[in-house]
């Protein structure tokens, strides 16, 4: 015989966004916003190029310290510049995946991540790739929670389902 706990389990994601491709990180929220409209936790936590998702200066923009970094932020250029990771034809493949997802009434990468929003999402950015990068706290959306490193995010993400993406 099983005994069930009275405790309500918090149901939990975690994930890891690595990339700042526009399918990927559309992905991303996508499963994030899902999961919260339903009652999970979710904790997004963004490094290297995911980090471009989370900047506040979106678009082509020298963002970092130092020479490398800021060549890397006029290369990135945010959401509204994100590639798409295969057959991105020259920048186009965005603005036709924008233009069918709004012809099929999807929500766009950029009205997912204004509803992750919404909905307490926690964002965090990896501590080691802000470093690498150059980008400090102030270069971040202020709905980054924390910075944090790995071994602090991998416990913070303990009892529930991690992805990679």
């Not at 491709?21 to 409209?37: E, H, M, Y």
């Not at 997802?101 to 509803?115: F, G, H, I, P, Q």
């Not at 919404?118 to 910075?147: Q, R, T, W």
Request: net charge positive; proline share 3%; charged share 20%.
């Amino acid at each position: 015989m099983r005994i069930m706990s009275e405790e309500k389990q918090t149901k939990k994601l975690s994930i890891i966004s690595f990339s700042g491709d526009f399918d990927k990180l559309t992905a991303v929220f996508t499963l994030a916003t899902g999961a919260a409209a339903v009652g999970y936790e979710v904790n997004l936590f963004f490094t290297f190029w995911g980090l471009d998702a989370i900047k506040i200066k979106q678009g082509r923009s020298p963002v970092g310290k130092g020479f490398l970094p800021k060549v890397f932020g006029l290369m990135m250029g945010g959401l509204k510049a994100a590639p798409v990771s295969r057959l991105n034809f020259w920048g186009i493949s965005p603005k036709i995946f924008r233009f069918l997802m709004k012809k099929n009434n999807v929500a766009t990468l950029e009205e997912l991540v204004d509803a992750a929003k919404e909905l307490g999402i926690n964002f965090y950015a990896c501590e080691m790739a802000m470093h690498i990068l150059g980008i400090g706290k102030s270069d971040l959306i202020p709905e980054v929670k924390e910075i944090l490193g790995v071994a602090s995010f991998l416990k913070l993400s303990e009892g529930g389902q991690t992805l990679f993406i």
